[in-house]
């Protein structure tokens, strides 16, 4: 029984993993890092100690995880919080931080109309084009504000629901409420200007311990000395001791051998110099070290526009920065570059964090004390800066700042920076968004002045390389190579050893783009012959912006040709069709190619990898198409002379147009290479070659036929196609024998018939592991000594002829299936009494007898016979007692079944004695 524990459990544990898989599509502001609000962090107070932590580790696990998208460790971590006893608390952590919808969130919605719809509701679905056109998924981006817009419908707000909210939000519609509506909220990494980040913030993260004030250390001269401080006096010389004193409230260091040093306000270098001196004057020919022990702690307030502002106790080391990362850093609306120090209502100094961050400047990094007011104000003018700079941001500017300066405050350009090409983005004067061109490079650019709320983008370079060639394929070194005027093909590839092994060297591809916007063309080549004849016309000449693409033999070609066909489709128009032409059958890499200016069939052919062993290279077809005047496509084939092509006769060779489908055949009867296999006692066993028409008697022959210790008799000859016909029949058995074993199972409670359906399993896994033999009963004796008549032999035959046997079996419903020897004149029922006589399963009337040929020799049909049986036994038959399957009715065809399992056994032994 399940109680309501269980049951809020099963509930949560579905809830956590769809928690899970939102986790991966957290929203900009989520995937910042969780924080727990005060409620959700009262929550987990109000766990036992040993739950909370377990549960604020799976947090800080889901966290972390969100930044790699591990999704089997975001799924382990909220099976943490789904261990906990507290399944409330901790059902409502969890569910707290579930993606929501946010401004530009993505959203795949799914538009299904409701099966319960109405016909009225139906048809009124049908003749909206608006509804129509909403049916499926469709990818939805929400405004700044967090709007959805559906074209030609309402606005609907979505902002902060979670997928659920928004599921119900939209069936909430009037106009929607015929679909059924399934919400997605995508996960969404920021892209170009959008994933800018103001600048240095994440610095004073709380997370970072790399501000916090040292503990330890050497203390610096400039170190203010005040109460709570501990020093440390060595005396030694005519005076001995050491001293450790702590500074007392009113500022005063009481030193035994000296008195009371007033120390409150002096620097630490200060102090050590007036006791050198003092040692000096009091304690004659005594010297004296002086360190710094235990430091102070102060407090100071961390105010403004910081993410916990308040009052902090630090240690007397602390500087600006230190207490900052206490307070959590400064908030985005805070200013990084005007800190200030405020002491006793004065401003004493202001920090400019830039210049620590940028410069390493600590000269601003003001040491604290007691009672400091460290004041960060709001943020001042904000630019922002993107593309190919080092570090592209959101940068807070302190004066008139030029797109210059911008720049190196970004910290320079990148080396693919195309700085003639930057852009300005800003708010004009009237509320518009305007562009303006920014050229980097000329300076113009230190006059223009960037104002708050501008962005400067930085493009990149073009990715195109200029002035090159690019060598691609089988080679040992595919680059861009430079490109001169009369740079030819054998100039990229000087030799062959340069390429890799299994190359076509009579075939390579060129991509050619003479100016960018106009037509792609293809060439081709032959390496062979540019190399053998440089500066000829086989040796193209290359231009600038070739691809030189060399194919290897053995890993084809289409995924290099078949992009370039994709281009010349796109340009092809009716005036101009694509040039493409395809040869398939018998060559090496068959497909389609482009169709070059004077191509002919034979540099088809050439491109097609060249004919394949098996092409008969007499003759080929040709389908070509055309427009009539009517305006139909006709097709239209003719013969081409590959012989007379390959002796070098131009007229056969044809020029090609597009569209042309060249097909090289196979020569006849290449295939009909037959393999027979004779094996056992055979003068000369062995696998032969047969053609077709040749008979088994033929091949015997040629064997040296059959030798003296042969049992023809017994001879097993096997055929594929047999086999596989076997295997099919035994299938289609096996599958009835399921079928009606099923339906006696239903009744066997009722009939009684247990022991029936315990023998179909039986029979059924026996069937089942049955294997086929795909034997055909012939005569050896008789096949041997024909001249005409006999069986035609075909691939994969086998014949096997054992050793002369002198062996009679039973199998079956027999007391024990065993092996006699042969006696003549003994009957089939007195072997049957050597193996015990019959079970009582036995159906004594079908007994039959397998010869060792495989043939089946039923018993006497005649009544005037006793019960003694007449068929002669002869040496190594196999006498089957079948199962009496007349008593397990209703499966009377189950006869059937064990008379396959006999002979398939009897089968399989008689091949196995060869395959040992």
């Known amino acids: 029984m399940i109680n309501f524990f269980t049951v809020r459990q099963l509930r949560l544990k579905s809830a956590l993993r769809a928690v899970a898989l939102l986790a991966l599509s957290a929203t900009a502001a989520f995937a910042q890092g969780i924080q727990l609000s005060p409620s959700q962090q009262q929550m987990l107070n109000a766990l036992p100690p040993a739950q909370r932590q377990q549960a604020m580790d799976a947090i800080r696990q889901i966290e972390a995880n969100q930044q790699s998208g591990s999704q089997q460790s975001i799924n382990e971590a909220v099976g943490q919080i789904a261990s906990s006893p507290d399944l409330g608390a901790a059902e409502q952590i969890v569910g707290s931080l579930q993606a929501t919808a946010q401004a530009r969130s993505r959203l795949v919605i799914k538009f299904t109309p409701l099966e319960s719809l109405t016909v009225a509701a139906m048809g009124e679905l049908e003749s909206d084009p608006i509804l129509q056109k909403l049916q499926g998924s469709h990818l939805f981006v929400l405004d700044d504000s967090g709007v959805l817009s559906l074209a030609g419908l309402e606005m609907?707000?979505?902002?902060?629901?979670?997928?659920?909210?928004?599921?119900?939000?939209?069936?909430?519609?009037?106009?929607?409420?015929?679909?059924?509506?399934?919400?997605?909220?995508?996960?969404?990494?920021?892209?170009?200007?959008?994933?800018?980040?103001?600048?240095?913030?994440?610095?004073?993260?709380a997370r970072d311990v790399g501000f916090d004030a040292p503990v330890s250390g050497p203390v610096p001269p400039d170190y203010v000395l005040g109460p709570g401080d501990t020093v440390r006096v060595q005396l030694f010389g005519n005076v001995n001791g050491i001293y450790e004193q702590e500074v007392s409230r009113d500022g005063v260091l009481n030193l035994p051998e000296i008195g009371p040093v007033t120390v409150a306000g002096i620097p630490f270098s200060e102090f050590r110099n007036d006791i050198y001196k003092r040692v000096q004057q009091m304690l004659i020919g005594t010297q004296v070290s002086v360190t710094m022990g235990q430091l102070k702690t102060i407090r100071v307030f961390v105010l403004g526009d910081v993410?916990?502002?308040?009052?902090?106790?630090?240690?007397?080391?602390?500087?600006?920065?230190?207490?900052?990362?206490?307070?959590?850093?400064?908030?985005?609306?805070?200013?990084?570059?005007?800190?200030?120090?405020?002491?006793?209502?004065?401003?004493?100094?202001?920090?400019?964090?830039?210049?620590?961050?940028?410069?390493?400047?600590?000269?601003?990094?003001s040491r604290l004390q007691p009672g400091d007011v460290i004041f960060v104000p709001s943020i001042g003018t904000t630019v922002s800066i993107g593309g190919a700079v080092n570090r592209p941001a959101i940068y807070e500017v302190k004066r008139l700042t030029t797109a210059a300066d911008l720049v190196d405050l970004a910290g320079g350009l990148k080396p693919e920076a195309f700085p003639a090409g930057a852009r300005l983005e800003r708010i004009s004067e009237g509320g518009e968004?305007?562009?303006?061109?920014?050229?980097?490079?000329?300076?113009?650019?230190?006059?223009?002045?960037?104002?708050?709320?501008?962005?400067?983008?930085?493009?990149?370079?073009l990715p195109e390389v200029e002035n090159a060639v690019t060598l691609s394929g089988h080679v040992h070194r595919p680059a861009k190579y430079p490109w001169r005027p009369g740079l030819r093909l054998s100039d990229l590839i000087r030799s062959s050893e340069e390429l890799k092994f299994g190359v076509d060297m009579d075939y390579v591809l060129i991509r050619r783009e003479n100016k960018r916007g106009e037509p792609v063309e293809a060439l081709s080549a032959s390496l062979i012959d540019a190399l053998a004849n440089p500066h000829s016309s086989s040796d193209i000449q290359l231009k600038s912006g070739d691809t030189v693409n060399v194919f290897s033999l053995a890993l084809g070609r289409q995924r290099i040709v078949e992009p370039l066909l994709e281009e010349l489709k796109y340009q092809s128009t009716i005036d101009n069709p694509i040039r493409v032409v395809e040869v398939s059958g018998n060559v090496r890499a068959p497909g389609a190619y482009p169709l070059e200016k004077g191509m002919r069939v034979s540099d088809l052919i050439r491109a097609g990898g060249s004919l394949s062993e098996q092409a008969y290279a007499l003759e080929a077809e040709l389908t070509r198409y055309t427009v009539n005047s009517n305006g139909l496509r006709e097709s239209g084939t003719r013969k081409i002379d590959i012989f007379s092509i390959r002796n070098g006769d131009e007229t056969a060779d044809l020029l090609l147009q597009e569209h042309d489908y060249l097909m090289v055949n196979r020569v006849p009867e290449w295939d009909a290479i037959w393999t027979v296999a004779l094996e056992g006692e055979v003068v000369f066993p062995g696998k032969y070659r047969v053609s077709r028409g040749e008979t088994l008697s033929e091949v015997l022959q040629r064997a040296g036929g059959l030798t003296a210790a042969a049992f023809p008799e017994g001879a097993v000859f096997l055929r594929e196609d047999l086999k596989e016909r076997e295997r099919e029949q035994i299938e289609a058995l096996a599958r009835r024998m399921e079928a009606d074993l099923a339906s006696?199972?239903?009744?066997?409670?009722?009939?009684g018939s247990s022991e029936t359906l315990t023998t179909g399993r039986v029979l059924l896994t026996q069937l089942k592991n049955t294997e086929a033999s795909g034997r055909l009963v012939i005569d050896l004796n008789r096949e041997a000594n024909l001249s005409t008549g006999s069986i035609e032999v075909r691939d994969g035959d086998r014949l096997l002829v054992p050793t002369r046997t002198q062996v009679v079996t039973v199998l079956?419903?027999?007391?024990?299936?065993?092996?006699?020897?042969?006696?003549?004149?003994?009957?089939?029922?007195?072997?049957?009494?050597l193996s015990g006589g019959l079970t009582r399963r036995a159906d004594r009337k079908l007994i039959y007898i397998v010869r060792a040929n495989g043939a089946v020799v039923a018993r006497n049909h005649s009544k005037w016979f006793g019960r003694r049986n007449n068929t002669e036994i002869l040496p190594g038959d196999t006498i089957v007692v079948p199962l009496d399957t007349d008593r397990m009715r209703p499966l009377t065809f189950w006869g059937n079944v064990t008379q396959i399992l006999y002979q398939g056994a009897i089968a399989v032994a008689a091949i196995k004695t060869f395959n040992n």
Do not use: C, W
Not at 444 to 452: E, M, V, Y
Not at 744 to 751: F, H, I
């Open 812 to 833: 079956g419903e027999a007391q024990q299936n065993s092996s006699h020897l042969f006696a003549p004149g003994m009957s089939r029922d007195d072997y049957i009494d």
């Open 156 to 205: 609907i707000p979505l902002l902060g629901l979670s997928e659920a909210d928004i599921n119900r939000r939209l069936s909430a519609e009037p106009s929607l409420s015929v679909f059924e509506i399934d919400a997605r909220i995508l996960g969404q990494e920021p892209i170009g200007v959008e994933a800018l980040k103001p600048f240095g913030y994440e610095v004073f993260d």
């Open 307 to 365: 993410n916990k502002p308040g009052s902090y106790v630090v240690s007397g080391l602390s500087t600006i920065s230190s207490a900052l990362y206490r307070s959590g850093g400064v908030s985005t609306i805070g200013s990084l570059r005007n800190v200030q120090l405020k002491r006793s209502g004065r401003l004493v100094s202001t920090l400019d964090a830039y210049d620590l961050l940028i410069r390493g400047d600590t000269s601003g990094d």
């Open 744 to 751: 006696l199972s239903l009744q066997s409670a009722d009939t």
């Open 433 to 461: 968004r305007v562009v303006l061109a920014v050229n980097l490079t000329h300076e113009s650019a230190n006059a223009i002045r960037i104002r708050t709320g501008d962005t400067l983008l930085v493009p990149e370079v």
